[in-house]
């Protein structure tokens, strides 16, 4: 129980943090437009490079989409191509109007969480706890392959001696 309080804490402070993120940007655009004004350079390269790139979640980006393609969707053009955590994807989709199972109502997080890692076929949890795509993971399937084939042929050279023993009782 205390754990689920301590993962309230972090969610509650993750968006404080994400708000002063934003403000922090908006600040630096600000500067940027005085600068322009006087003639000079702007200050902050990263926050107009962030500003002219950054793709915006429309409000029914997700509405009516399977889970697996949402995500999907929200990894590749939002994340460009890069992992994110569960509370980051609740996020987008509740912001893009996905429409979540009202059984979901309570610690999306989580649930989306064992959702993702039930389909190994589209989706990797990271070391990190992030999730991304399997497909940027070439090497991923391969040692998956490979463990799996281990155990095949482990089994297949197990069973011919059980099968001997048996026969020979």
Request: net charge neutral.
């Amino acid at each position: 129980m205390t754990d689920d309080r301590l993962q309230g804490a972090i969610d509650v402070l993750l968006e404080q943090l994400a708000s002063q993120q934003r403000e922090v940007g908006d600040t630096k655009r600000m500067i940027n437009n005085l600068c322009r004004r006087m003639g000079q350079e702007p200050m902050f390269s990263d926050t107009e490079e962030e500003a002219l790139g950054s793709p915006t979640i429309k409000a029914d980006q997700y509405y009516g989409q399977p889970l697996s393609t949402a995500v999907a969707d929200f990894l590749v053009n939002v994340k460009r191509k890069s992992p994110a955590t569960a509370e980051e994807i609740v996020r987008a989709l509740e912001q893009g109007g996905y429409l979540f199972p009202k059984e979901w109502k309570q610690d999306r997080a989580r649930i989306l969480s064992i959702s993702l890692a039930k389909n190994t076929k589209t989706f990797h949890r990271l070391p990190s706890g992030a999730y991304g795509l399997l497909s940027w993971y070439p090497e991923i399937p391969k040692e998956k392959r490979s463990a799996v084939n281990k155990e095949e042929k482990k089994e297949e050279t197990t069973s011919p001696r059980s099968a001997a023993t048996e026969g020979g009782s």
